[in-house]
């Protein structure tokens, strides 16, 4: 699948790691280091726009080594980046450690996935096919 991006920072295209990565890494793009403080949280920009055709979305994703590492995850995630949006793709990241986190230019801070989606069209009635589970949510399966 062919996407177009205009790519107004100074690193490369997002890639895929490995032949089989579902994301690719989303790269800070800073003319300043951001201090993180614990608890704190920004808005970073890639310097990324990204032209989607209708029925994909982008999502935004958190990645597994910056948060087990350094506690460093996403808010809004996954971030949905929906075919229509053309701003440039800011990654919103949130510091859960004790520690203060630098995000320097060109930091890997994110991951970008690409899916297809279908759209729904509501059918409102005012029954449901009853299921075994029911309405049981949030744990009414146990933990064991």
């Given amino acids: 699948m062919k996407i177009r991006i205009v790519n107004r920072s100074r690193h490369p295209l997002p890639a895929y790691e490995t032949p089989a990565s579902a994301g ?3 790269r800070a793009n800073l003319s300043d280091p951001v201090c993180l403080k614990p608890l704190e949280r920004a808005l970073v920009p890639t310097g990324l726009f990204i032209e989607l055709p209708p ?3 982008a ?4 990645r597994s080594g910056l948060a087990i590492k350094k506690g460093i995850t996403l808010l809004n995630t996954p971030g949905t980046i929906d075919a229509d949006y053309r701003g440039e793709i800011k990654v919103i990241l949130i510091n859960l450690s004790n520690e203060e986190f630098i995000v320097h230019d ?3 801070i994110a991951q970008l996935i690409v899916s297809a989606h279908e759209k729904a069209d509501w059918e409102q009635v ?3 096919v009853e299921t075994g589970r029911g309405a049981g949510g949030f744990g009414h399966t146990g933990t064991k």
Avoid: S
């Fill in 24 to 26: 690719m890494d989303l």
């Fill in 106 to 108: 060109g930091e890997r």
């Fill in 55 to 57: 029925g994909y979305e």
């Fill in 126 to 128: 005012d029954i449901l």
């Fill in 59 to 62: 999502q935004v994703r958190p």
